[in-house]
């Protein structure tokens, strides 16, 4: 069965630093490419980042590009993404999710239950 | 950037009644990398639909997907209690778009 599960989330001074970590089991994470998509308080799905399956190329939305990393560690079935200089439009549930080639198309079908990063003083 | 345009934001129906919801692309996407998604309150997305108007595994046959170019459809032939949720419309490219979801609550 695939699994996705975050953590890593918690109350976080603006300025201030995170990790959040995603354990996969259930497949071969290096076969897929990984992805970070974040959800403000009643607000709706934000795409925030992409990461190849070997770990080499990353892509950021322009709202964390320079403050958000991405990577990941296969031997770990860990995907990871480090979050620098947070302020409170951060706040969100941070979900990662699985990107798949379904007959070519691409999609994300599986997605972990989130982690609430709240970004106050 | 892409911008999709999710119609109507607010759609009440009944259980057994048709919905339709619309997604808008702010220049021409490729219906291959066009995906709906389901989230009910305090669960994680669920894929319904991909390459426009594929089914996901495990997705009912009463949704069906269809469109091109600018204009995407999420058709529920009948709704079911289940089917109350929101539903968010995706772009998959080099940078990934959302739109910003069509709530489908009950009448």
């Known amino acids: 069965e695939v699994q996705l599960v975050e953590s890593g989330g918690g109350l976080v001074q603006p300025g201030g630093s995170l990790r959040l970590s995603c354990a996969a089991s259930?497949?071969?994470?290096?076969?897929?490419?990984m992805h970070w998509v974040r959800q403000a308080p009643g607000k709706g799905l934000v795409w925030v980042s992409r990461i190849t399956g070997n770990g080499v190329e990353a892509t950021y939305a322009d709202a964390v590009k320079g403050r958000f990393t991405i990577s990941r560690d296969n031997a770990k079935n860990t995907l990871y993404l480090q979050m620098n200089s947070l302020r409170a439009e951060d706040t969100a549930v941070y979900y990662c999710?699985?990107?798949?080639?379904?007959?070519?198309?691409?999609?994300?079908?599986?997605w972990g239950q989130g982690t609430l990063v709240t970004v106050s003083s | 950037e892409i911008v999709l345009t999710q119609s109507p934001g607010t759609l009440s129906l009944s259980p057994g009644q048709r919905a339709t919801l619309s997604c808008r692309a702010s220049q021409s996407v490729s219906s291959s990398d066009l995906a709906w998604y389901q989230q009910k309150p305090g669960q994680a997305p669920r894929l319904l639909i991909y390459g426009a108007s594929s089914r996901a595994t495990g997705t009912p046959d009463r949704f069906s997907g269809s469109g091109s170019g600018t204009d995407f459809t999420l058709t529920i032939s009948r709704v079911e209690p289940e089917d109350f949720a929101v539903y968010y419309c995706?772009?998959?490219?080099?940078?990934?778009?959302f739109g910003q979801g069509t709530k489908l609550e009950i009448k």
């Open positions: 995706q772009q998959y490219g080099y940078s990934c778009f």
């Open positions: 259930g497949f071969t994470l290096s076969s897929h490419w």
């Open positions: 999710t699985r990107d798949t080639r379904y007959d070519g198309h691409p999609s994300f079908d599986y």
